[in-house]
T-cell receptor, first 115, second 114 residues
Framework: KQEVTQIPAALSVPEGENLVLNCSFT??????LQWFRQDPGKGLTSLLL?????REQTSGRLNASLDKSSGRSTLYIAASQPGDSATYLC??????????????FGQGTILTVHP | ETGVTQSPTHLIKTRGQQVTLRCSSQ?????VSWYQQALGQGPQFIFQ???????GRGNFPPRFSGLQFPNYSSELNVNALELDDSALYLC?????????????FGEGSRLTVL
């Protein structure tokens, strides 16, 4: 059974700080890993997707890395802003078997950026 | 480009009732996945539909069922509702069959079971 764990569960930082969110997974046959943002009571917004053959992806102030050997991914947010406050979720998909279309999610990191 | 749309946004049901939730996939996408997200938890995979057939299922009982239509829109049906079915139900669309590419989610349907 694949498991995804996110640390920390909650994080509060002042505006302008650079921060790192951590995601670990047990799946040894990962196909891709996706980071999402979720605002309270809303759906998920895709931030970055890293294929298993890649090591990192960047979009604006966001950078996500993937280390399959250690079962870890990190999401780096540069120069954080109050508008970055949200829950950040990572999710992995398995490369085969009967897990077609299934993403396994972590429980998320609740980020608060205060002015 | 039209994103993923879900309806209704909120609904309240009582135990034992049945509910149908609807999802229109993003333009160009042929695969729809459904997820259940309880408060404070990550989403849990219910099932995926591709070419109008169920193509993968999570650990949910048979009273959770679905349909996909020729235009790729989808329905999630839940029979004999239980209190624990209260959750945000998320629909996601993608392109492709057996491989999960990038998923795009709708805003969800908030179900409350009393």
């Amino acid at each position: 059974k694949q498991e995804v764990t996110q640390i920390p569960a909650a994080l509060s930082v002042p505006e302008g700080e650079n921060l790192v969110l951590n995601c670990s997974f047990t799946d040894s046959a990962i196909y891709n890993l996706q980071w999402f943002r979720q605002d309270p009571g809303k759906g998920l917004t895709s931030l970055l997707l890293i294929q298993s053959s890649q090591r990192e992806q960047t979009s604006g102030r966001l950078n996500a890395s993937l280390d399959k050997s250690s079962g870890r991914s990190t999401l780096y947010i540069a120069a954080s802003q109050p508008g970055d406050s949200a829950t950040y979720l990572c999710a992995e998909s398995n490369a085969g078997g009967t897990s077609y279309g299934k993403l396994t999610f972590g429980q998320g990191t609740i980020l608060t950026v205060h002015p | 480009e039209t994103g993923v749309t879900q309806s209704p946004t909120h609904l309240i049901k009582t135990r034992g009732q049945q509910v149908t939730l609807r999802c229109s996939s993003q333009s160009g996408h042929n695969t729809v996945s459904w997820y259940q997200q309880a408060l404070g938890q990550g989403p849990q995979f219910i099932f995926q539909y591709y070419r109008e057939e169920e193509n993968g299922r999570g650990n949910f009982p048979p009273r959770f069922s679905g349909l996909q239509f020729p235009n790729y829109s989808s329905e999630l049906n839940v029979n004999a509702l239980e209190l624990d079915d209260s959750a945000l139900y998320l629909c996601a669309s993608s392109f492709g069959g057996s491989r999960t590419g990038e998923l795009f989610f709708g805003e969800g349907s908030r179900l409350t079971v009393l």
